[in-house]
């Protein structure tokens, strides 16, 4: 039986992974230089950046990542970029778990394009401290997939998809505050919503001309403070 919890058919297929050029970043101090790729010196100024399809492979990495962080302070921001075009539905759920789960709030952020999985993560970040990139945009739709196999497989798989998209109409009707039956219809197609259509339909707070519109820090110096705190 196929997986119908894979990126679906018409995405088009992502390069390999080792042909992506990864820059690396060297920094000087007293003790002489050090080497970092990017991403590795975005996480310790606890920024992680999702720029492909959602996999396993990018969930994990994802996931321990802000566990990671979670260990390093409990109390200090974490800030998520987006600009994925979605993929698996569980291995983005798995994101979306850790990001409640842990006690640290999770800014997020839309640059480019959060789509399926990635407008669910996007709207997941902490009340407040969603954000959208003026150019950016947002699309919501139902799952997708297929099944092969016996009938009573598919029977199941096919029930297992609707449940599936139950659970993410329930999410985002959460993290928005429109009514799930609101959120179905909208989902019903590809929904495609510029950055202020997105603060509009509530899948993110504010949309961002610049990053001095937060203060100083990775996340401005105002995010560093956990919600509700003075």
């Known amino acids: 039986m196929s997986n119908p919890f894979s990126p679906p058919a018409d995405q088009p297929p992502s390069p390999p992974?080792?042909?992506?050029?990864?820059?690396t970043v060297i920094e000087s101090d007293g003790r002489g230089e050090r080497a970092f790729d990017i991403y590795s010196r975005l996480l310790k100024d606890r920024i992680i950046f999702i720029g492909t399809p959602i996999d396993d492979f990018v969930a994990?990495?994802?996931?321990?990542?802000?566990?990671?962080?979670?260990?390093?302070?409990?109390?200090?921001?974490i800030h998520i970029y987006i600009n994925s075009p979605g993929g698996s539905v569980t291995s983005g759920l798995a994101i979306y778990d850790t990001m409640q789960f842990v006690t640290c709030d999770v800014n997020t952020y839309c640059i480019g394009i959060a789509a399926s999985m990635g407008a669910v993560l996007l709207t997941a970040g902490t009340k407040g401290k969603r954000f959208c990139l003026p150019n950016?945009?947002?699309m919501i739709h139902q799952v997708s997939g297929g099944a092969q196999g016996t009938a009573s497989d598919v029977e199941r798989t096919v029930e297992f998809m609707f449940n599936l998209k139950k659970r993410l109409n329930a999410i985002l009707s959460k993290h928005t505050g429109k009514d799930v039956a609101q959120v179905e219809i909208d989902?019903?197609?590809?929904?495609?919503?510029?950055?202020?259509?997105s603060a509009e339909?509530?899948?993110?707070?504010?949309?961002?001309?610049?990053r001095k519109d937060l203060?100083?820090?990775?996340?401005?110096?105002?995010?560093?403070?956990?919600?509700?705190?003075?």
């Open 17 to 23: 992974r080792n042909s992506y050029l990864v820059p």
């Open 60 to 77: 994990n990495s994802v996931i321990a990542q802000m566990l990671f962080l979670q260990m390093q302070d409990p109390k200090k921001d």
């Open 136 to 138: 950016s945009h947002v």
């Open 187 to 197: 989902a019903d197609r590809d929904n495609y919503m510029s950055a202020q259509d």
């Open 201 to 210: 339909y509530g899948l993110v707070d504010r949309v961002l001309e610049n």
């Open 215 to 230: 203060g100083e820090g990775p996340g401005g110096e105002d995010s560093e403070k956990k919600s509700g705190e003075e």
